[in-house]
Protein backbone atom coordinates (compact mmCIF):
# COMPACT_ATOMS: atom_id res chain seq x y z
CA UNK A 1 0.00 0.00 0.00
CA UNK A 2 0.96 3.61 -0.78
CA UNK A 3 -0.09 6.64 1.65
CA UNK A 4 -0.74 9.99 0.08
CA UNK A 5 -0.87 12.97 2.31
CA UNK A 6 -1.04 16.63 1.06
CA UNK A 7 -0.87 19.71 3.11
CA UNK A 8 -0.05 23.44 2.11
CA UNK A 9 -3.83 24.79 1.74
CA UNK A 10 -5.47 27.80 3.30
CA UNK A 11 -7.15 31.19 2.30
CA UNK A 12 -5.34 33.63 0.38
CA UNK A 13 -6.58 36.50 -1.87
CA UNK A 14 -6.50 36.63 -6.01
CA UNK A 15 -3.03 37.49 -7.49
CA UNK A 16 -1.90 35.56 -3.90
CA UNK A 17 0.31 32.43 -4.41
CA UNK A 18 0.25 29.50 -2.55
CA UNK A 19 2.22 26.11 -2.43
CA UNK A 20 1.21 22.49 -1.63
CA UNK A 21 2.78 19.67 -0.93
CA UNK A 22 2.37 16.05 -1.33
CA UNK A 23 4.30 13.08 0.17
CA UNK A 24 3.53 9.26 -0.84
CA UNK A 25 4.80 6.85 1.77
CA UNK A 26 4.88 3.24 2.12
CA UNK A 27 5.38 0.48 -1.02
CA UNK A 28 6.91 3.45 -3.27
CA UNK A 29 9.50 0.83 -4.82
CA UNK A 30 9.56 1.50 -8.50
CA UNK A 31 8.60 3.60 -11.11
CA UNK A 32 5.76 5.94 -10.06
CA UNK A 33 4.25 9.85 -11.02
CA UNK A 34 2.46 11.79 -9.01
CA UNK A 35 -0.41 14.70 -9.87
CA UNK A 36 -3.08 16.93 -8.34
CA UNK A 37 -6.73 17.39 -9.10
CA UNK A 38 -9.01 19.27 -7.98
CA UNK A 39 -12.97 19.63 -7.48
CA UNK A 40 -14.57 22.65 -6.29
CA UNK A 41 -18.33 22.57 -5.21
CA UNK A 42 -20.89 21.32 -7.73
CA UNK A 43 -18.03 20.31 -10.23
CA UNK A 44 -16.82 17.14 -11.44
CA UNK A 45 -12.60 16.23 -10.68
CA UNK A 46 -10.32 17.77 -13.06
CA UNK A 47 -6.80 17.37 -13.75
CA UNK A 48 -4.37 20.47 -12.81
CA UNK A 49 -1.07 18.96 -12.98
CA UNK A 50 1.35 15.86 -13.28
CA UNK A 51 5.24 14.71 -13.09
CA UNK A 52 6.55 11.34 -13.48
CA UNK A 53 9.92 9.74 -12.03
CA UNK A 54 11.90 10.97 -14.40
CA UNK A 55 11.07 14.80 -12.87
CA UNK A 56 11.12 16.25 -16.45
CA UNK A 57 7.69 15.18 -18.40
CA UNK A 58 5.13 17.59 -16.53
CA UNK A 59 2.01 17.85 -17.76
CA UNK A 60 -0.46 20.98 -16.99
CA UNK A 61 -4.16 21.45 -17.66
CA UNK A 62 -4.41 24.75 -19.75
CA UNK A 63 -6.32 26.63 -17.21
CA UNK A 64 -3.68 26.54 -15.03
CA UNK A 65 -0.85 26.74 -17.51
CA UNK A 66 1.87 29.59 -16.96
CA UNK A 67 0.40 29.93 -13.49
CA UNK A 68 1.37 26.90 -11.63
CA UNK A 69 4.39 24.78 -11.89
CA UNK A 70 4.70 21.09 -10.40
CA UNK A 71 8.07 19.54 -9.45
CA UNK A 72 9.21 16.46 -7.44
CA UNK A 73 11.76 15.82 -4.96
CA UNK A 74 12.30 12.17 -5.78
CA UNK A 75 14.40 11.08 -2.82
CA UNK A 76 11.76 12.22 -0.15
CA UNK A 77 8.83 11.33 -2.76
CA UNK A 78 7.62 14.45 -2.75
CA UNK A 79 5.76 16.43 -5.25
CA UNK A 80 5.02 20.61 -4.95
CA UNK A 81 2.80 22.18 -6.97
CA UNK A 82 3.98 26.20 -7.29
CA UNK A 83 0.53 28.42 -7.51
CA UNK A 84 0.75 31.84 -8.82
CA UNK A 85 -1.04 34.35 -9.92
CA UNK A 86 -4.56 32.85 -8.27
CA UNK A 87 -8.42 33.14 -9.09
CA UNK A 88 -11.44 32.79 -7.19
CA UNK A 89 -11.99 29.87 -9.26
CA UNK A 90 -8.71 27.93 -8.06
CA UNK A 91 -10.89 27.77 -5.17
CA UNK A 92 -11.08 24.14 -4.76
CA UNK A 93 -10.25 20.76 -3.06
CA UNK A 94 -6.91 19.70 -4.39
CA UNK A 95 -6.19 16.43 -4.42
CA UNK A 96 -3.17 14.61 -4.74
CA UNK A 97 -2.74 11.64 -6.83
CA UNK A 98 -0.64 8.20 -7.39
CA UNK A 99 0.23 6.37 -10.09
CA UNK A 100 2.16 3.46 -10.82
CA UNK A 101 4.68 4.00 -14.32
CA UNK A 102 3.80 6.77 -16.50
CA UNK A 103 1.36 9.26 -15.80
CA UNK A 104 -2.03 9.05 -17.40
CA UNK A 105 -5.43 11.18 -16.25
CA UNK A 106 -6.89 7.57 -15.60
CA UNK A 107 -5.99 4.12 -13.86
CA UNK A 108 -4.80 6.63 -10.58
CA UNK A 109 -3.58 3.68 -7.72
CA UNK A 110 -4.15 6.04 -4.84
CA UNK A 111 -5.67 9.28 -3.73
CA UNK A 112 -4.60 12.14 -0.99
CA UNK A 113 -7.73 12.94 1.37
CA UNK A 114 -7.21 16.97 -0.24
CA UNK A 115 -6.66 19.88 1.07
CA UNK A 116 -8.77 23.32 0.67
CA UNK A 117 -7.72 26.29 -1.35
CA UNK A 118 -9.93 29.15 -0.99
CA UNK A 119 -9.06 32.17 -3.28
CA UNK A 120 -11.01 35.58 -2.37
CA UNK A 121 -12.04 37.77 -4.69
Known amino acids: QVQVVESGGGLVQAGDSLRLSCAASGRTFGSFSMGWFRQAPGKEREFVAAVDWTNVNRYYADSVKGRFAISGDNPKNTIYLQMNSLKPEDTAIYYC??????????????WGRGTQVTVSS
Open 97 to 110: AFRWVGWSETGINF
